[in-house]
């Protein structure tokens, strides 16, 4: 009663098809077998029965002997169903090979549909790599744009125009790697810093016009007019906000990234890092001490 139910083998519908297409076509092909072997014994058995035992002796249809025209009718049928079995329905009838075509139009549809899914999840990447590219070309680049940024887990990288968080061995980073570098950053955060950093070339990215600004830092109205700024410099860095960040992501060729691991509530974020776009080339992790309220990792990304 509580016995194991003897599991059955499992076939699909199109592999129970073919097996009774098969299993059709052997009977189909045993008959003509069997029809072939019929009309040789019948055919002797014609002609003795005309020639030896003398039957029908008298009837000769279009002059000749009866077997002969016997045996061309029947050969005629013979061939008739020879051709039925090769040509009207050579392979698995016609039903069956219409029902086959449709699947394969069906598969290839599903196919198309994949490819073009697939065709406009690459597009922005094919659009950032050419954007990236042309933009080389145009410049001829002689110096490595690098993004230096702190973000957390979900992105966030400042609030109210404020770093979220104080982490000493970031701050040293960021300073060792700017120190003596052009520096590219959008209004605001030149705006949130008390006073320009010492030892760095400050470039302040701005719609307006007449932005004033202290002797020294210099005011450009495009990022690509920054880039050109600070093409004499071989490792300038893009050091933020959001707004700028997004915009650069598409020219830069490093990130050096100190990924800080909460997640914050805030209203500036980093753009998502593409993996398909970009590489991990180095990552060591931080943890959290008396002058570290959080653990993070410096990570550098460099492009594919
Ligand atoms: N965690 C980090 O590593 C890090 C680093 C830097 C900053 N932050 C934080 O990020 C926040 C600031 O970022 P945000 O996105 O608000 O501002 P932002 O990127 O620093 O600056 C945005 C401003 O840049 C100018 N700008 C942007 N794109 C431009 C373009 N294509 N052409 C000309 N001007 C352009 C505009 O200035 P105008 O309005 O004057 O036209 C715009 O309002 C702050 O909270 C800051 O503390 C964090």
């Known amino acids: ?4 139910k003897k599991a059955r083998p499992q076939i699909d519908q199109e592999q129970l098809e073919l097996i ?8 189909q092909k045993k008959r003509l077998y069997f029809h072939f072997v019929l009309f040789l014994i019948g055919s002797i058995f014609i002609i003795l029965a005309n020639t030896v035992l003398d039957i029908g002796k008298d009837f000769t249809p279009f002059g000749k002997e009866w077997f002969l025209s016997a045996i061309f009718v029947w050969l005629f049928f013979l061939l008739y169903h020879v051709f039925n079995v090769f040509i009207t329905h050579k392979f698995m009838g016609k039903a069956w090979e219409q029902k086959q075509l449709d699947k394969l139009v069906v598969q290839q549809k599903l196919r198309i549909e994949q490819l073009k899914n697939e065709l406009e999840k690459e597009a922005p990447h094919i659009a950032e790599s050419e954007h990236y590219n042309k933009s080389l070309k145009k410049k001829e680049k002689t110096s490595e744009l690098t993004i230096v940024v702190a973000a957390a887990e979900n992105n966030a990288i400042g609030k109210d125009n404020k770093l979220i968080w104080h982490l ?15 520096i590219i950053m959008g209004r605001k955060t030149f705006e949130s810093f008390p006073k320009p950093l010492p030892n760095r070339t400050h470039i302040v990215i701005t719609r307006q016009n007449n932005y004033q600004v202290p002797e020294g830092v210099i005011v ?14 071989s490792q300038p860095y893009i050091i933020g906000g959001g707004d700028i960040y997004k915009q650069a992501l598409l020219l830069a ?9 909460e997640d914050f509530e805030a209203d500036a974020f980093f753009p998502d890092i593409d993996p398909s776009i970009w590489k991990e080339t180095a990552n060591t992790f931080h943890t959290k001490d008396d002058k570290h309220d959080y653990e993070f990792s410096f990570l550098t990304y460099e492009r594919k």
């Open 20 to 27: 009774q297409n098969a299993q059709k076509r052997i009977k």
């Open 220 to 233: 450009v109205n495009s990022l690509e007019d920054a880039i050109s700024a600070v093409k004499n410099d």
């Open 1 to 4: 009663m509580f016995g194991k």
């Open 168 to 182: 000493s061995d970031d701050l040293k980073r960021f300073k060792n790697l700017t120190n003596g570098h052009h």
């Open 253 to 261: 060729d490093k990130i050096e990234l100190t990924r800080v691991h």
